[in-house]
């Protein structure tokens, strides 16, 4: 599960995690998160995720992260953008119409480039990391965005005996482990999709569960 797994996946279009429409829940549920349009929304390992254009409808500037060159050159391509790219470092700024992917590492992201955000969405970056990268991501998340920063987070759950990830079963006190230290951590959200994901039944599955939660700063 190092750098060169998800360069590969790329590389070879192994991308069964991409989704080709915006994620339902994240239309069903970022309203709750009463952020102001206006704002700057955090994507970590996004990807050519649509949910990025979504998040610019609703009227918000979009800040992303990804690893893979492909992801990154394919996702202004394929939506017709034409980005300025620019090198800070170890990463590259890639930006078009109110839209930024930051390429490279997740780890090599400070708090500099999301200093502007508000709010994030994690649809496919906890359930994209094996239990020891988990911890270490989570920390960072909490360590570079702004201590008000808003997150919806979306995970999965089944039996891991069943079925190797990725993506990886990350189960609800995992979650709080992770989070409930630095934050509110608040289940909004729990429904079963194993007959929406055949593919899952075919890998061993008797039961698969989404869930979505908010993370937000505590309150006194």
């Known amino acids: 599960m190092h750098t060169d797994f998800w ?3 790329w590389e070879q279009n192994q991308i069964g995690f991409h989704q080709d429409d915006f994620n339902n829940h994240l239309q069903a549920f970022w309203d709750q998160l ?11 390992l996004c ?19 990804e690893l893979s ?33 930051w390429l490279g590492d997740f780890f ?13 969405f994690d649809r ?15 920390q960072h998340l909490i360590q570079i965005l702004p201590a008000h920063c808003r997150t919806l987070l979306i995970t999965l759950e089944y039996d891991q005996q069943q079925m190797n ?26 429904t ?3 007959d929406d994901s055949p593919g899952f039944r075919l890998r061993g599955l008797t039961k698969l569960e989404e869930k979505v939660y908010v993370l937000q700063e505590k309150t006194a």
Not at 165 to 189: I, M, N, T, W
Request: proline share 7%.
């Open 47 to 65: 990807g050519k995720s649509q949910d990025l254009l979504w998040l610019r409808a609703q009227g918000y500037g979009v800040t992303g992260v």
């Open 69 to 101: 060159p492909i992801a990154v050159r394919d996702f202004f391509a394929e939506n017709r953008l034409e980005p300025t790219i620019t090198t800070h470092g170890a990463l590259q700024r890639w930006e078009a119409d109110g839209l930024v992917i």
């Open 108 to 120: 090599a992201l400070s708090a500099a480039e999301v200093a502007q955000c508000a709010g994030a």
């Open 124 to 138: 496919a970056s906890l359930i994209a990391l094996p239990p020891a990268m988990r911890e270490r991501y989570a």
């Open 165 to 190: 990830g990725p993506p990886f079963a990350v189960h609800e006190a995992e979650v709080r482990a992770l989070y409930a230290d630095a934050l509110a951590v608040s289940l909004l959200f729990v």
């Open 34 to 44: 009463q952020i102001p349009a206006g704002s700057n929304i955090f994507v970590p």
């Open 192 to 194: 079963d999709v194993l």
């Open 7 to 9: 360069l590969e996946r």
